[in-house]
Each structure stands twice: as C-alpha cells, then as structure tokens.
C-alpha cells in the first residue's frame, strides 16, 4: 500500500474524492479480515469497521481543504498513545453502514488507499495548534469519577 507523505498530498485527494475515511489501527490486513470494530465498553460486535470522515461539510465553505484534514487526524493523534505504538493511521474509501456508540461511522466495503506517514500527523499537529483557537485531540484515557 502506498503512503501519504504530506498533508498536502492528502488534502488534494480529499478535495476531489469523496466517500474517504481515515481509520487508525494496525492496519488493513488485519481489519479486513474481521471486517467490523468491536465497542470497547461492551464487547458488542458492531456492523462495520469504526473510521473518521475526511468529506469537507458544505458549511466549511471555501476555507483551506489542508486545514480541515489537519483537524480531522489531529481529533485522533492519541490513539497510538492510548492503545499501543501498533496503531497508525491509513486512508480508505468505504460505504458507510451505521454509526458506532460515538457517532462515529462504521463502514463496510473497504477499499485501502494508502498509509498516512508519521510526518503528516506532525504537520497535522503544527496547522492546528496555530489556529486561533483552542482545540485538543479527543482523549478518553482518564476515567470520570462520581
């Protein structure tokens, strides 16, 4: 599989493609062939493989395409962190069948379109954290106490 050495190179594909998501995980050997997450909280076996839309929304206007897919991998940067250094980020083309228990779409008929390079994820990094506003990476790994 190919590999995605820039955000720009990303970013040109995702302004003339629609129907792609980014998935972090070990991979898509291994996903294909159980073709659908599991909810971590219950155990559930879910309809489809859980990934994050690249698709601009309309309400995004004009405002730059590298902009919104830095956004959209630097929600889930942590995951490698949170669970294990195998876990690395890869573009796919899919339809999507559902939605898993955050929201997220779970999607069926995968086709992988390449890797996304360490490097992007720093550049990813870089663009959002210069935005005027205040934004972090989701991050569920400290438990809420009642």
Do not use: C
């Amino acid at each position: 599989m190919s590999t995605f050495s820039s955000l720009h190179e990303l970013a040109a594909l995702v302004a003339v493609r629609q129907g792609l998501y980014v998935r972090w995980s070990v991979g898509p050997e291994e996903d294909l062939a159980a073709s659908s997450s599991t909810d971590d909280l219950t155990g559930v076996p879910l309809p489809g493989l859980s990934a994050n839309p690249l698709d601009i929304e309309d309400w995004w206007g004009d405002r730059p395409t590298h902009i919104w897919v830095a956004r959209r991998l630097y929600d889930y940067s942590h995951l490698p962190r949170v669970k294990g250094d195998r876990i690395r980020p890869w573009v796919l083309a899919a339809k999507e069948a559902g939605r898993g228990p955050d929201n997220e779409p779970l999607v069926t008929d995968v086709q992988p379109l390449g890797w996304i390079s360490p490097q992007v994820i720093t550049e990813a990094d870089r663009v959002v954290t210069r935005q005027q506003g205040s934004w972090g990476p989701l991050n569920r790994d400290s438990a809420v106490e009642g």
